[in-house]
C-alpha cells in the first residue's frame, strides 16, 4: 500500500504525559501537512513541511506542540504535558511538490487524554 | 477573521434525488477545496477550485466556486447511497498560495442517503 500512513492509529494517555505520533507519507510527496481534528468539527491546520524544512506553524499551536521532518521522509509530532483538551484526531497529509495539489490524508491518530 | 459556514449541516435524502450544500466564506478567497469523510475514515480530496466561475464534476458530485458572492456549492445529481459520508470545505485566503496557515474548514454536512 503506498498511502499514508500514522502510527499509533489509538492513543490513550494520562494528563501530563508526553506523546509522540508518527506519519509516513506517499514517498514520492514533498509536502507534509498536520491537522486536528476534533468530534464534529472539520480539521484545524497545525503545521507544515517542504521536504525537511517547517515552512509554517498555525497562530493556535501551543509550545507543547513540536514537529519534525528529520530527512525529508517521515514526520513526528510531540505534544508535551498533555491536557484533556489535546484529545482528538490527529491527520497526516502529503502532497506533490507543485503547489495546490490535492492533499491524501492519513487514517489519522486518535488521541485520548485522561 | 475568515468563517467558514456550511449548510445544511444535517441531510437526509432518498435514492435518486438531487440536492446541493452550500459553503459561504466571510472574506476574499480565491481557492477553495472539497472533501469527503466517511464515519471513521480519513478524509478524501474531491476537488480544487481556484477561480471565479469554477465548476468541476466527478461522477454524481459537481462543484463550483462564486468568488464575488463569496459561496460555493456541491451538487449531487441522483443520489447513490455510497455517497452517504460527511462532507467538508475549506477556504483559504492568504495572499500566497503556499500558505496554510489561513485555510479554514467548514464544520461539515452529514449526508445519509436512504434507499
Known amino acids: 500500500d503506498t498511502g499514508v500512513s500514522q502510527d499509533p492509529r489509538h492513543k490513550i494517555t494520562k494528563r501530563g504525559q508526553n506523546v509522540t505520533f508518527r506519519c509516513d507519507p506517499i514517498s514520492e510527496h514533498n509536502r507534509l501537512y498536520w491537522y486536528r481534528q476534533t468530534l464534529g468539527q472539520g480539521p484545524e491546520f497545525l503545521t507544515y513541511f517542504q521536504n525537511e524544512a517547517q515552512l509554517e506553524k498555525s497562530r493556535l499551536l501551543s509550545d507543547r506542540f513540536s514537529a519534525e521532518r528529520p530527512k525529508g521522509s517521515f514526520s513526528t509530532l510531540e505534544i508535551q504535558r498533555t491536557e484533556q483538551g489535546d484529545s482528538a484526531m490527529y491527520l497526516c497529509a502529503s502532497s506533490p511538490q507543485q503547489w495546490l495539489k490535492k492533499q491524501f490524508f492519513g487514517p489519522g491518530t486518535r488521541l485520548t487524554v485522561l | 477573521e475568515l468563517k467558514v459556514e456550511q449548510n445544511p449541516l444535517f441531510l437526509s435524502m432518498q435514492e435518486g434525488k438531487n440536492y446541493t450544500i452550500y459553503c459561504n466564506y466571510s472574506?476574499?478567497?480565491?481557492?477553495l477545496y472539497w472533501y469527503r469523510q466517511d464515519p471513521g475514515k480519513s478524509l478524501e480530496s474531491l476537488f480544487v477550485l481556484l477561480s471565479n466561475g469554477a465548476v468541476k464534476q466527478e461522477g454524481r458530485l459537481m462543484a463550483s466556486l462564486d468568488t464575488k458572492a463569496r459561496l460555493s456549492t456541491l451538487h449531487i445529481t441522483a443520489a447513490v447511497h455510497d455517497l452517504s459520508a460527511t462532507y467538508f470545505c475549506a477556504v483559504g485566503t492568504s495572499q500566497h498560495y503556499y500558505n496554510n496557515n489561513d485555510m479554514r474548514f467548514g464544520a461539515g454536512t452529514r449526508l445519509t442517503v436512504k434507499p
Open positions: 472574506t476574499t478567497s480565491d481557492r
